[in-house]
């Protein structure tokens, strides 16, 4: 239990008595169908999140907006606007004014989607925070952004707390920051506006075909980009209800998907693999399996294909600009790619790199709180490395920042992981550069396989398939690669091991 910070205010969550009917569909009786492939999600007006949220509720009220996975409670539309209300009201009474920032800090729950729906109400702008960041992490993200307060769970309450600190330097119509890694071990901040993330869930409604009848697996982290653009923003924007959970265990997906009848599940890498081996049963209900998160490997793409008889399609996308690319056909990581452009999305390359527009490209980095570097003309240059292939679709080819510099040659880690996974037995490998003093890097290679693969068998293989600048000189056999709860490589426990 986090001890509360000094000028606290709490809000006792108020719980909904109403339990979900096992396998119940959602329909909108007196809402129009939504016709997403043509594009018109919802009418021109209004235009922005909180508003269409609004209207959808005074449409509907009694329509299932969120449900409780581990005890079927629902909360309405109407009882969600009612909680965005509340939230707001202590906002006010905390002291917090226009454009002041707020961070958030909860699990998946109704409060997380009422406390960025209060943000929203009060003109505020909101951080959110992983809810497994600890204390010393937020205290420095708080000092770091200059925010004015925070909202956290303490047991059944969630507590508001606020803070002494000069508005920012970020523009009037900032509305989110999310967190990415920075360069100087504080975090970066990306500034978005309430149209850039309206335009991020137009785009992946329509691309995905998504609509406000379809029910949405929430057991991704919502504090995340791709699970607040993917459940979050949806929900207010066209109603698509959400299953929330805190609990991604193989079975418990699988299970919750089932028992409320979910249409779309978007998960991790990890999970599809561990739902292969793991879980017992099939998906009854699931139309459409989306893998964000981390690369998703072509052989996890294959296997739950053929555990399940239903492809994943991979949706590629950065913190940014929300979506990029994605799968229509699914398995497109079996074809090397991952997808074709979201509506509404340009793409291009300047020298391999990836470049994005749209109206989905964030405002720009907040990189402390006096220092603000705007994306000039709604135009994002990401660190990613691309191919244009066959149909429109795009390979990610690496990243520039992931380049190994070995003695003045650059080498592409996954050109060196291509080779490896070639190898009879190898499942996993991981390439990257440690320090070698003045040679810069050397190429070491991370590699999962089965006892009998050895070090000297991957060296000769690398050596008959590799220029010699490229063969890994270091080499360690592993249980398994080090992935955080997104199901990213932890490079820094790579170097330790």
């Known amino acids: 239990m986090r001890a509360p910070p000094a ?22 009786p007196s809402v129009p169908a939504v016709d997403v492939h043509r594009g018109r999600l919802y009418p021109p007006s209004p235009t922005h999140m909180l508003e269409r949220f609004l209207a959808l509720a005074a449409a509907a009220p009694e329509t299932v907006a969120l449900i409780d996975g ?18 707001a009201a202590r906002f006010t009474d905390a002291g917090f004014r226009d454009r002041d920032v707020v961070a958030i800090q909860l699990p998946n729950s109704v409060d997380l989607v009422a406390g960025f729906g209060a943000i929203l109400k ?17 205290a420095r993200i708080l000092a770091h952004f200059s925010a004015r307060g925070l909202v956290y769970p303490n047991g059944d309450e969630v507590l508001v707390s606020t803070r002494s600190a000069q508005r920012p330097a970020i523009p009037e119509n900032a509305r989110l ?7 100087t071990g504080l975090p970066k901040g990306i500034v978005a506006s309430d149209a850039n993330l309206l335009a991020d869930c137009l785009n992946i409604c329509v691309t995905m075909g998504i609509r406000s009848g379809d029910i949405s697996l929430g057991a991704i982290p919502m504090s995340h980009s791709y699970g607040f653009s993917n459940l979050v923003t949806p929900l207010l924007v066209q109603g698509t209800p959400i299953v929330i959970s805190n609990d991604y265990l193989p079975q418990s997906v699988m299970d919750l998907c089932n028992q409320f009848a979910c249409t779309v599940a978007p998960l991790i890498p990890m999970v599809f693999d561990h739902l292969v081996t793991a879980a017992a049963g099939e998906f009854s209900t ?7 998160g981390a690369p998703l490997p072509a052989v996890v793409s294959r296997k739950f294909r053929g555990r399940f008889g239903t492809p994943i399609h991979t949706f590629y996308g950065c913190s940014e600009c929300g979506g990029i690319t994605y799968d229509r056909e699914g398995a497109s990581v079996e074809r090397g790619t991952v997808g074709q452009a979201m509506e509404n999305v340009q793409l291009s390359s300047a020298r391999g790199r990836l470049t994005v527009r749209g109206s989905n490209v964030s405002l720009g980095y907040l990189h ?28 990610i080819t690496g990243r520039a920042s992931d380049l190994i510099n070995t003695a003045s040659k650059k080498v592409n880690p996954r050109e060196v992981e291509q080779v490896l996974l070639q190898i009879d037995g190898v499942r996993q490998a991981k390439v990257y550069g440690e320090p070698a003093g003045a040679r810069g890097e050397v190429v070491a290679a991370a590699v999962v396989a089965s006892p009998d693969v050895t070090r000297e068998q991957i060296r000769t293989w690398c050596r008959d398939h590799l220029s010699a600048h490229k063969v890994p000189r270091i080499i360690k056999l592993i249980e398994s690669i080090p992935l955080d709860e997104r199901g990213k490589v932890k490079r820094a426990a790579l170097a330790e091991l």
């Not at 969550?13 to 009917?21: E, F, H, Q, V, W």
């Not at 581990?70 to 939230?87: H, K, P, V």
Request: with cysteine; proline share 1%.
């Open 7 to 28: 000028h606290t205010t709490s809000v006792r969550i108020k719980r909904s008595m109403k339990i979900l009917p096992l396998s119940v569909g959602f329909r909108e």
């Open 122 to 138: 009060q003109n505020l702008v909101a951080i959110l925070i992983d809810r497994d960041a600890t204390e010393t992490e937020v």
């Open 368 to 395: 402390d709180a006096d220092t603000f570097e705007r994306f000039e003309n709604g135009r994002f240059v990401a660190d990613d490395l691309i191919e244009l292939c066959d149909g429109g679709e795009i390979a």
């Open 286 to 292: 699931v139309r459409t399996f989306l893998s964000a």
């Open 70 to 87: 581990a005890t079927g409670r629902i909360t309405t539309r109407a009882q969600l606007a009612e909680r965005i209300d509340e939230l």
């Open 177 to 183: 920051i999310k967190l990415t890694s920075g360069s």
